[in-house]
């Protein structure tokens, strides 16, 4: 037999024998604890086995400290508390797994009773609708929409008769005529007022450029004076 077995066996009698099924019988007839619950004692259980890896974790530095300081004078004691070391952290190991089973459990049970929740909410809120719309008629909402219809065609076109033009109505493009002929009228007078156009000169006006002869004649020139230069010299 296991120590597990003896530590959860050894201790029983008839009065805890019937007491743990007094227990049991009380929790069916509960139906069993609810989703709350269940993940507060597994939080539980996580904060006890974080606690005790803290402890765990300063029990195996405070060996590691006496085996150093042992050391090859007492090698009996530095083995007995390299041995304590190896122990803990065995059950160091085993409390990380058992915290990370406990995790997972937690975690699923937290994700289904949230589940359960919103379906339960789903749920309340199909039963609410359906209840609206119970007290609805198909055949009443298209007649509404169709008055709805109506009556927005309606108001398009009272609208429209207020927003038209009011009165008499004149042609654009005369409008546009009249308005050029008081333009032209308009350019004549101020043309007499400032004594008309000026008149066009009768007489051809001289050329800018100088004549093919003229540019010879000063050539020729030229040519004299360069010679009698050229003499005095």
């Known amino acids: 037999m296991s120590k597990i077995s003896k530590l959860f066996k050894g201790g ?27 993940i507060h004692r597994l939080r539980e259980t996580e904060e006890m086995l974080t606690k005790k ?6 029990r195996i530095e405070q060996e590691v400290a006496t085996a150093k300081k042992h050391g090859t004078k007492n090698k009996r004691a530095a083995l007995q508390a390299l041995k304590r070391k190896k122990r803990l952290e065995q059950q ?3 409390i990380d797994g058992t915290l990370s089973t ?40 298209d007649d509404l929409m169709q008055d709805i ?29 009249e308005l050029e002929e008081l333009e032209q009228e308009d350019l ?11 008149s066009v000169p009768s007489s051809k006006l001289p ?5 093919r002869a003229t540019t010879k004649k000063r050539v020729e020139d030229d040519d ?10």
């Open 188 to 198: 004549k007078e101020n043309m007499k007022s400032m004594g008309g156009l000026p």
């Open 53 to 58: 890896q803290e402890y765990l974790e300063k």
């Open 12 to 38: 029983s009698s008839s009065g805890s024998s019937s007491s743990s099924s007094s227990k049991s019988k009380h929790h069916r007839s509960k139906g069993g604890p609810s989703p709350q619950e269940a």
């Open 149 to 177: 219809t109506e009556q927005q065609d309606v108001a398009r076109e009272i609208s429209e008769a207020i927003s038209g033009p009011f009165g008499e109505q004149f042609d654009e493009d005369e409008l546009l005529a």
């Open 92 to 94: 160091l190991t085993q």
């Open 102 to 141: 406990i995790e997972f459990q937690r975690e699923a049970l937290e994700n289904s009773h949230t589940n359960t929740e919103v379906l339960k909410n789903m749920g309340f809120a199909a039963k609410a609708m359906k209840q609206v719309h119970e007290n609805m008629d198909i055949d009443k909402i």
């Open 207 to 211: 050329s800018s450029r100088p004549s």
């Open 224 to 233: 004299d004076v360069r010679m009698l230069a050229s003499w005095g010299t």
